[in-house]
């Protein structure tokens, strides 16, 4: 008999009824959760190409969307993406009057974005393909970077490649072929590290058709291959062998009779090769390139990976050349740079935790946090990214809408004489000419930025002294750029 008046089951505490459980459907049981976990473990690569995909695509865009182009190479490119979409030879009027690309690169791989550019014309389509492309690679590098290392120190060094300064420097320049490239590098090299030596070379394959300097990338790469896979796979480093050897006769006949064929003017590149003061020609600007390259991406590990060597075809070709803007890190030269030298890291890595000085695995095992740390700092404050946080990045100034009116009155498939200033508005709808360089041809119209004056106060008096014998009259002005018309 209970002395508190109210009965007490056995089943009951002491202290009171027990708080019921939770349902079983408000909770995954353990596996399910591991599943979950497993999911999302192998998602992050993908999650985070998507992410970096969308901040590439908004810099470019912005920076189209504002006139912010700094060359011509973004108006070279869609003219000839231009043809190929409508089943045309290439030709890039830019470059003079029926010049074909294929006489100053060989880069026959943008043929490929001719189907998004017939349905959706314009240069801010080669944009968005670059964005999606240059956001791909970072997938294989991650995912290397994570098989080899580890879910976390795999993730930063992903990260760290998303946000390195050498791709954020290509996504700032316009547009270029080496986009194409950048991809390519990195998933043949993560089946490099992979031992999937067959992968790996037919991944290096199609670069041949990116750009004619880069059959020497895929036979140094090739030659990585073999020298990997020689003790455990002798066919595939005799494979590698061919293929090294198929890089350089391709490289060859696209340097000595392809280019030649289809050029005006010869290979004009050659003209920069070897000139001026040689290989100790601006040394200062090439030894701060090789320390960009290798101190704040890799902490100088990657020296420690033979997938180094990959990279030493492009930065031979810049540092021999007389044109100074090849040794700096500007610009879109060093973003196939990129996933070699982070990929090397990652192969130093995984080599260097197994070394028997305690300092240098302590230093291993730190890098990957430091490397992302250093990326992120970069992108906060100098590196192009930053500009994102700036209200400014996303508003169209009111020059651009006043230039982009006047630029209307133009009628569609005129002859346009152009500088780099609005010519990337003018080459999804008419034929334009680089200012200066029609070579007889006479354009419809002339338009440029005289807004620094150096066309002189008069652009009816220039535009008679660019083309004697014809007179032009002026159109209209909106923010510097001026529009006139030839009537005679």
Not at 35 to 47: E, H, M, N, Q, S
Not at 169 to 190: G, K, Q, T
Not at 228 to 244: E, F, K, S, T
Request: charged share 15%; aromatic share 10%; hydrophobic share 50%.
């Amino acid at each position: 008999m209970s002395t508190s008046g109210s009965p007490q089951t056995a089943e009951e505490p002491a202290g009171g009824p027990a708080a019921p459980s939770p349902p079983a459907y408000a909770r995954p049981p353990a596996a399910g959760r591991a599943r979950l976990a497993a999911a999302a473990v192998r998602g992050a690569p993908y999650a985070l190409v998507c992410v970096l995909f969308l901040a590439y695509a908004t810099l470019s865009v912005c920076r189209h969307r504002r006139m912010e182009e700094s060359s011509w190479d973004l108006g070279i490119f869609e003219q000839a993406v231009r043809a190929y979409a409508h089943l045309q030879a290439p030709v890039v009027d830019l470059k003079g009057p029926g010049a074909l690309v294929l006489g100053d690169h060989f880069s026959p791989v943008i043929a490929l974005i001719a189907p998004f550019y017939r349905v959706f014309p314009g240069p801010v389509t080669l944009l968005v393909v670059q964005a999606a492309l240059l956001a791909l690679s970072a997938l294989p590098v991650t995912r290397a970077a994570v098989r080899l290392l580890g879910q976390g120190r795999g993730l930063a060094v992903g990260v760290a490649y998303g946000l390195s300064w050498g791709i954020q420097r290509a996504v700032d320049f316009d547009f270029h072929e080496i986009c194409f490239a950048v991809p390519l590098l990195a998933f043949a090299l993560e089946a490099l590290l992979a031992r999937r030596w067959r992968a790996a070379l037919l991944w290096s394959l199609p670069l041949l058709l990116v750009k004619e300097d880069l059959g020497a990338t895929v036979a140094v790469l090739a030659l990585v291959v073999a020298w990997r896979a020689r003790a455990a796979d002798r066919r595939a480093a005799r494979l590698a062998l061919g293929v090294a050897v198929a890089g350089v006769v391709a490289a060859v006949v696209v340097f000595t009779v392809v280019i030649p064929h289809f050029a005006l003017d010869g290979y004009t590149y050659w003209e920069k090769m070897g000139k001026g003061g040689g290989p100790f020609q601006g040394y200062g600007t090439k030894l701060a390139t090789l320390a960009w390259l290798l101190v704040p991406t890799t902490g100088l590990l990657a020296l420690r990976s033979p997938l180094l060597l990959v990279a030493a075809p492009t930065l031979g070709w810049r540092f021999l050349s007389s044109d100074p803007y090849f040794w700096s890190s500007d610009f879109h030269y060093s973003a196939v740079l990129m996933p070699v030298v982070f990929l090397a890291l990652a192969d130093a890595l995984d080599t260097v935790r197994r070394d028997r000085r305690p300092w240098l695995r302590a230093y291993a095992l730190q890098l990957p946090a430091a490397v992302l740390a250093a990326a992120l700092a970069l992108s906060a404050t100098s590196l192009p990214l930053a500009r994102l946080g700036e209200r400014e990045t996303y508003r169209k100034p009111a020059r651009v809408a006043a230039v982009e009116k006047l630029l209307a009155r133009i009628p569609d498939g005129v002859g346009v004489e152009a500088d780099i200033g609005v010519l990337s508005r003018l080459t999804s709808r008419c034929r334009v000419f680089w200012i200066g360089n029609t070579r007889g041809v006479l354009p419809a119209y002339l338009t440029f930025d005289n807004s620094t004056g150096w066309a002189g106060k008069d652009p009816v008096d220039y535009a008679a002294r660019l083309h004697p014998g014809s007179r032009f009259v002026l159109v209209g002005e909106a923010g510097g750029v001026v529009l006139l018309q030839r009537v005679a």
